[in-house]
């Protein structure tokens, strides 16, 4: 299937690792020209040899910005003033118990998962709806319907992209832009195995036994049952930025293999 991507030009922020480069990729492998966003230019600079050696036609350049802060977007969008695709990719996760997370780490996550996104829309929207096309997504998370206990603070901002997302793409109205959510569930990126290494570690456990565990009793609504790969949700994504899924809009797209139990 063409997804008709060509010469698109499209920014994924956090893209140096994990999902980010995942979606990057898919996106260049479709002919998207593509800006990868990591905070450091070496890492940057690592991300853009990777995928060029993967996928030697691509188009792709890199912008080194901390999108945690104002300063850092407006950074950003100096360099790439204009896109028709947006994936606000970035976020962050840590497990801390509720009682010992102070003021300065909630705010902090709701800077980095949600002010990021809603400082880069605030910018390329407008733009968009001038040309009558464009692709926002927000990469939420099941957490953002299933709040989880050991990481409330991040539930929190995976909900409120979900509210950004439909609240944008209400502004939308009669246009050709579009404004979507995805939420992927436990996928295998380097922070996420690293997460479960620890835990292995302390446990006793072989990696795979502490996968299998994550799915028998930290996610047992799973139907899926193993970690999903990178490249499982950068396909969604690819197909949500593309010209195919026009009446896909507002809405919150699940790519988490089944955990949360619900009908819609
Ligand atoms: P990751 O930690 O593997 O990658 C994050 C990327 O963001 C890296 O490229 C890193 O350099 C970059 N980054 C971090 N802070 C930055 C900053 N301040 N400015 C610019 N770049 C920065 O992340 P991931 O696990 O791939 O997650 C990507 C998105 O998917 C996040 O929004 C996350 O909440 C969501 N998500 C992940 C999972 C999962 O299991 N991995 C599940 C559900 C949702």
Same mark, same amino acid.
């Given at each position: 299937?063409?997804?008709?991507?060509?010469?698109?030009?499209?920014?994924?922020?956090?893209?140096?690792?994990?999902?980010?480069?995942?979606?990057?990729?898919?996106?260049?492998? *479709?002919?998207?020209?593509?800006?990868? /966003?990591?905070?450091?230019?070496?890492?940057?600079?690592?991300?853009?040899?990777?995928?060029?050696?993967?996928?030697?036609?691509?188009?792709?350049?890199?912008?080194?910005?901390?999108?945690?802060?104002?300063?850092?977007?407006?950074?950003?969008?100096?360099?790439?003033?204009?896109?028709?695709?947006?994936?606000?990719?970035?976020?962050?996760?840590?497990?801390?118990? %509720?009682?010992?997370?102070?003021?300065?780490?909630?705010?902090? %996550?709701?800077?980095?998962?949600?002010?990021?996104?809603?400082?880069?829309?605030?910018?390329?929207?407008?733009?968009? @709806?001038?040309?009558?096309?464009?692709?926002?997504?927000?990469?939420?998370? *099941?957490?953002?319907?299933?709040?989880?206990?050991?990481?409330?603070?991040?539930?929190?901002?995976?909900?409120?992209?979900?509210?950004?997302?439909?609240?944008?793409?209400?502004?939308?109205?009669?246009?050709?832009?579009?404004?979507?959510?995805?939420?992927?569930?436990?996928?295998?990126? *380097?922070?996420?195995?690293?997460?479960?290494?620890?835990?292995? @570690?302390?446990? /006793?456990?072989?990696?795979?036994?502490?996968?299998?565990?994550? %799915?028998?009793?930290?996610?047992?609504?799973?139907?899926? @049952?193993?970690?999903? *790969?990178?490249?499982?949700?950068?396909?969604?994504?690819?197909?949500?930025?593309?010209?195919?899924?026009?009446?896909? /809009?507002?809405?919150?797209?699940?790519?988490?293999?089944?955990?949360?139990?619900?009908?819609?």
């Amino acid at each position: 299937m063409d997804l008709q991507l060509n010469a698109k030009r499209a920014l994924v922020t956090g893209s140096t690792a994990g999902i980010g480069f995942a979606i990057a990729s898919a996106l260049a492998a *479709e002919g998207a020209h593509v800006i990868l /966003n990591g905070r450091t230019q070496p890492r940057v600079d690592d991300a853009l040899a990777r995928l060029r050696a993967a996928c030697p036609q691509a188009a792709v350049r890199g912008i080194a910005a901390d999108l945690s802060t104002a300063t850092g977007v407006a950074q950003l969008l100096a360099a790439c003033p204009e896109v028709d695709v947006l994936v606000n990719n970035l976020g962050i996760f840590a497990s801390v118990p %509720f009682e010992a997370i102070d003021d300065s780490e909630w705010f902090r %996550f709701f800077e980095v998962n949600v002010m990021s996104g809603v400082r880069l829309a605030r910018h390329y929207l407008p733009q968009m @709806k001038t040309r009558d096309w464009g692709r926002i997504i927000f990469i939420s998370s *099941e957490s953002g319907v299933c709040p989880p206990a050991e990481m409330v603070h991040y539930g929190m901002t995976k909900s409120a992209q979900l509210s950004v997302s439909r609240g944008l793409a209400e502004t939308c109205a009669g246009t050709r832009v579009t404004v979507n959510a995805l939420l992927p569930g436990p996928t295998r990126t *380097e922070g996420v195995a690293e997460y479960l290494d620890d835990l292995a @570690k302390q446990k /006793n456990l072989s990696f795979t036994e502490m996968e299998q565990q994550l %799915f028998s009793s930290a996610r047992p609504t799973s139907i899926l @049952k193993r970690l999903i *790969e990178p490249a499982e949700i950068a396909s969604t994504v690819a197909y949500l930025c593309s010209p195919l899924s026009a009446a896909t /809009n507002g809405a919150a797209i699940h790519a988490e293999g089944g955990v949360v139990r619900s009908l819609i």
